[in-house]
């Protein structure tokens, strides 16, 4: 059984930083690619960022430049959230795959809340 445990969230001043880490535990030998989601009040879960095995990344056009996400090894991977806006306040779920991209996840964290103040 594949478990992901998020932390790092909280609440932030907009301009300030947070980093969120996710660690894997179980049988994760099919890990290709881990990740970030967030969902909103009232909107839909989106993704942020993902990065694969060999380290190749992909970042949603909002957070581009702000997010950077980075893997140590294949169980943990982190996202560190630069100028902060408040849109940026959600829900943030780790997520992980098989495949080399991360739109359908097979793994969910349970989420973690961060809140961006104006």
């Known amino acids: 059984q594949v478990q992901l445990v998020e932390s790092g969230g909280g609440l932030v001043q907009a301009g300030g930083s947070l980093r969120l880490s996710c660690a894997a535990s179980?049988?994760?030998?099919?890990?290709?690619?881990m990740g970030w989601y967030r969902q909103a009040p009232g909107k839909q879960r989106e993704l942020v960022a993902s990065?694969?095995?060999?380290?190749?990344t992909n970042y949603a056009d909002s957070v581009r430049g702000r997010f950077t996400i980075s893997r140590d090894n294949i169980r943990n991977t982190y996202l560190q959230m630069d100028s902060l806006k408040p849109e940026d306040t959600a829900v943030y779920y780790c997520?992980?795959?098989?495949?080399?991209?991360?739109?359908?996840?097979?793994?969910w964290g349970q989420g973690t809340q961060v809140t961006v103040s104006s």
């Open positions: 990065i694969t095995r060999r380290g190749g």
């Open positions: 179980g049988s994760i030998f099919s890990f290709n690619t």
């Open positions: 997520a992980a795959g098989p495949r080399s991209e991360l739109y359908s996840p097979d793994y």
